[in-house]
């Protein structure tokens, strides 16, 4: 059975870190790549950053990238998103989920989106002082 579950959000001031981690169940870290997604009421949801599942490449959108790093330890079949220098516009409630992935043009990337099975139930990250 197939289950994305993700921890560590919360409260966190600006210009302050967190770390979310996402783990696997159901198949291991070199099937699929995973994501992380966000999403705030009223807005699409936004590709953050993916790691890929045969050399764990990773990429990140703009907004991301110079602040969070991706990462996976294979042997827990865990993925993290260290969030650095957080800004009130990164409040969201963060997903995981298992995709694919490459990297776009513009420094961005691309990503497939699977069924339901393979997300998460998301986690709540507030900055706010």
């Known amino acids: 059975q197939v289950q994305l579950v993700e921890s560590g959000g919360g409260l966190v001031q600006p210009g302050g870190s967190v770390r979310l981690s996402c783990a696997v169940s159901?198949?291991?870290?070199?099937?699929?790549?995973i994501g992380w997604f966000r999403q705030t009421p009223g807005k699409l949801r936004e590709g953050v950053s993916c790691i890929g599942s045969s050399d764990g490449s990773g990429y990140y959108a703009p907004s991301a990238k110079g602040r969070f790093t991706i990462s996976r330890d294979i042997g827990k079949n865990t993925v993290y998103l260290e969030m650095n220098n957080l800004k009130p516009e990164d409040t969201a409630v963060y997903y995981c989920?298992?995709?694919?992935?490459?990297?776009?043009?513009?420094?961005?990337?691309?990503?497939?989106?699977?069924?339901?099975?393979?997300w998460g139930q998301g986690t709540q990250v507030t900055v706010s002082s």
């Open positions: 159901g198949f291991t870290l070199d099937v699929y790549a």
């Open positions: 989920a298992a995709t694919e992935c490459w990297p776009a043009p513009s420094g961005s990337f691309y990503y497939t989106e699977m069924g339901g099975d393979y």
